[in-house]
């Protein structure tokens, strides 16, 4: 019993100062964010280097492609694969590798122009072979992993909060992680949704309440 409490402490004393840190993060990142998705494009001949309030636009030139992949193997032994594709994109006395995806990738070929926009040093968007990719900011990047972080330390500090005997809730708490992050990247303006994506969100909501629901009833029942 006086592990039991002990561990309940501990963990409580990792997860609320973490819940602090993850929203203070989240917040600041996400003011990074605002003012990216503010700002307007830098005068004709502004230079990327020296772009600092404004989103710069370059040529830059396809000097490479490449593709991975990863697989997973499940318990049953089925193997899946996913395979990701990138180009090598130079500008300047830069070279960097983005991640684009399959049509962008067989349409384009080295020697390709690209027109690129940078927001100070990071490629923001590429147009090549009439193939538009759009990439996420290192801000964007950093406010979605602590917002998936500060879901993640609430929900495993509730059940040591209320009792571990709330522990089956969990499995509905985890389906309603999309739709949390699906929301929440909305309101960072991450992933506008139309019609689709807040219908999916309607639908996993449900799906993880009722999960939920169900599973506090069962738990109630063994209580």
């Known amino acids: 019993m006086g592990l039991l409490v002990f561990l309940r402490v501990l963990i409580l004393a990792v997860a609320v100062p973490g819940l602090v840190v993850c929203a203070d993060r989240a917040e600041a990142n996400s003011q990074a964010v605002r003012v990216y998705r503010n700002a307007s494009l830098c005068p004709v001949g502004t230079q990327w280097e020296t772009a600092d309030d404004c989103v710069a636009e370059t040529m830059g030139e396809v000097v490479g492609t490449d593709w991975s992949e990863s697989c997973t193997t499940d318990s049953n032994g089925l193997r899946s694969c ?50 538009t990719e759009i ?76 999960f939920m629901g169900r599973s506090f009833s069962d738990a109630t029942d063994w209580a």
């Open 135 to 210: 990439f996420l900011t290192s801000s964007e990047w950093a406010s979605a992993g602590w917002l998936f972080l500060w879901w993640m330390l609430l929900g495993g500090s509730w059940p040591t909060v209320f009792g571990l005997w709330l522990f089956p809730l969990l499995g509905g708490w985890l389906v309603l992680t999309v739709p949390y992050l699906m929301v929440a990247f909305n309101l960072l303006g991450l992933n506008p949704m139309g019609v689709m994506g807040w219908s999916t969100v309607g639908v996993l909501t449900l799906a993880g309440a009722w």
């Open 82 to 131: 996913t395979t990701n594709y990138s180009v090598d994109v130079r500008f300047g006395q830069r070279t960097q590798s983005l991640r684009v995806d399959e049509s962008t990738y067989r349409a384009v070929d080295r020697g390709d122009p690209a027109e690129l926009r940078i927001w100070r040093g990071e490629v923001v968007r590429m147009v090549t072979r009439g193939h």
